[in-house]
């Protein structure tokens, strides 16, 4: 089994989640008492709030870019950044490193496709719905991609980072992403990328009447086919 290198922290709550669904794979495809290889490396989300909110994006590459190689001194074979948005830097770690570097939109595009649809919606961070990194990373494999109105893309970054960064889960703001998801599907969306991997701790298929792509779950699910991939 190859050991999966975990860059997380940011938030530890979909750390937590991300570290949870790796395991249970393993468990689920190999049986008994098996459990994944994995080594974390948990960053302050402090440190790396402050870069995205004022925009020093090249300081945020090298800070993860720096404990992406620590990670494959350490022995990862396989590495994960355990966040969507920090995806905008995800060149700055691939060229750390030398393993692979497996990238969450390509492993979410691919199961969209496998899945018949082409005209999605993505749920993130205002980063990740409004900069062009994932965007573009989902058009690349064919899609089309729409993104909340202002105000609904307000609610749906406010509720992540005032309430489920701090593990903070309501009922209200379920109801507020179930709008949310209802007007983009009225606009055209056949399916909902939930691209941020809290939002999966806060809504799942129950509540959009079109497919959802989990990405937390399908990038776990890429990894452990790398750590189990025979070769």
Do not use: K
């Amino acid at each position: 089994m190859r050991t999966i290198g975990m860059l997380g922290g940011m938030s530890w709550e979909s750390t937590a989640e991300y570290y949870r669904l790796v395991n249970t794979s393993v468990r689920e495809r190999l049986g008994g008492v098996h459990s994944a290889r994995v080594l974390i490396d948990s960053l302050d989300f402090a440190d790396v709030e402050v870069l995205q909110s004022t925009g020093r994006w090249p300081e945020a590459g090298e800070l993860l870019a720096g404990r992406a190689a620590a990670l494959q001194r350490a022995g990862a074979e396989v590495l994960l950044l355990c966040t969507n948005t920090m995806h905008e830097v995800i060149a700055a770690v691939e060229q750390a490193v030398d393993v692979p570097v497996l990238h969450i939109a390509d492993v979410t595009a691919a199961a969209v496709r496998a899945a018949g649809l082409s005209r999605i919606a993505l749920l993130g961070t205002r980063f990740t719905m409004e900069r062009p990194f994932y965007r573009d990373r989902l058009a690349g494999h064919g899609l089309e991609v729409l993104v909340p109105d202002e105000a609904d893309r307000a609610t749906v970054h406010d509720v992540i980072y005032d309430e489920l960064v701090r593990g903070v889960v309501t009922e209200t703001s379920r109801a507020a992403y179930r709008d949310v998801i209802a007007r983009l599907v009225a606009r055209g969306a056949t399916g909902i990328v939930l691209g941020c991997t809290e939002i999966e701790l806060l809504v799942g298929p129950a509540d959009s009447p079109v497919p959802v792509f989990p990405t937390t779950r399908l990038h776990t699910e890429a990894a452990v086919d790398f750590a189990l991939a025979d070769g």
